[in-house]
């Protein structure tokens, strides 16, 4: 049987022909990570954005900066855009994700986006464009938001009034010098899936392809920051015991510490330009 065939006929057979020698079909190591493309600055303004490209999965992210008064409210507001046909339970799951890091802080926190004194605050509308999807998003997302994040200016802002006086945004002074925003963490998202074939060792699949999903069951995003700090862990299906959940944890972090790394030297490239 031809491999097309056995791929149409029998997937578990074909792709278990690769699986149980450790690589998937391109050759690619089960225990591996493609690679993320990144590009900061893809918008024609002093607002932070970044495209990126990993896998089948492409988006775009956009942070507009907004000057406010200081309050409870929230501090960003998310809009995701998508083709037509893009299922809407993920364009939920993507904001669900968001929500999530945006209040383990894995961004900025509260207090980094103070000016004025503390008079005032950034308001940041995050615009989200999903180019592509052909499987899981969260890797290529949170490079995205990471990269749009360190692509973000901010002037500083002083107001001229008695600390007792409420402030007129109107009138506060903005400065025409600006200076990259600082990060509160630099969060990695690694996707993995645990594969049990029968007679054979468990498999831990790193990033795995799409054709997989309807395949294997279990899926695992760990989101990792820097020293190792686990900011949010979403399950569906089995993972195996905790030793296997414990392997992709330590898989999570060497990868954050990669990805991280070579984040920060494209940061200090693009400043430099």
């Known amino acids: 049987m031809s491999h097309d065939l056995l791929k149409l006929c029998d997937p578990n057979a074909y792709y278990d022909q690769f699986l149980l020698n450790s690589i998937y079909p391109d050759g690619r190591p089960v225990e591996s990570f493609r690679q993320i493309s990144l590009q900061m600055s893809v918008a024609d303004s002093l607002s932070g954005s970044c495209l990126v490209r990993q896998g089948g999965v492409s988006l775009t ?61 950034w308001l ?28 973000l200016r901010l002037p500083s802002v002083t107001v001229d009034v008695d600390p007792d006086v409420p402030v ?4 506060a002074v903005v400065s025409s010098k600006y200076s990259y925003f600082q990060l509160a963490d630099l969060p990695v998202a690694s996707c993995f899936m645990y594969y049990d074939p029968p007679n054979a060792k468990p498999l831990i699949l790193c990033d795995p392809i799409s054709a997989l999903i309807p395949i294997i069951p279990g899926l695992i995003v760990i989101t990792v920051g820097n020293n190792g700090r686990i900011h949010r862990i979403w399950q569906r299906g089995s993972c195996g015991d905790t030793s296997v959940l414990q392997r992709m944890i330590k898989l999570a972090v060497e990868r954050q510490r990669i990805v991280a790394g070579t984040l920060a030297k494209a940061r200090e490239k693009h400043q430099n330009k």
């Not at 969260?138 to 490079?143: D, N, P, V």
């Not at 007129?168 to 009138?171: F, P, R």
């Open 168 to 171: 007129d945004i109107s009138k």
């Open 61 to 121: 992210c956009r942070l507009e900066p907004f000057l406010a008064a200081v309050s409870d409210a929230p501090c960003i507001q998310c809009e995701v855009c998508s083709a037509p046909d893009l299922d809407k339970e993920l364009i939920n799951d993507i904001k669900d994700f968001i929500d999530q890091l945006v209040g383990q802080n894995a961004f900025y926190t509260r207090e980094s986006l103070l000016t004025a004194g503390g008079r005032l605050t």
């Open 124 to 151: 940041l509308h995050l615009h989200v464009m999903i180019l592509n999807v052909d499987g899981p998003i969260h890797s290529a997302l949170t490079a995205c938001l990471t990269g749009a994040f360190m692509d």
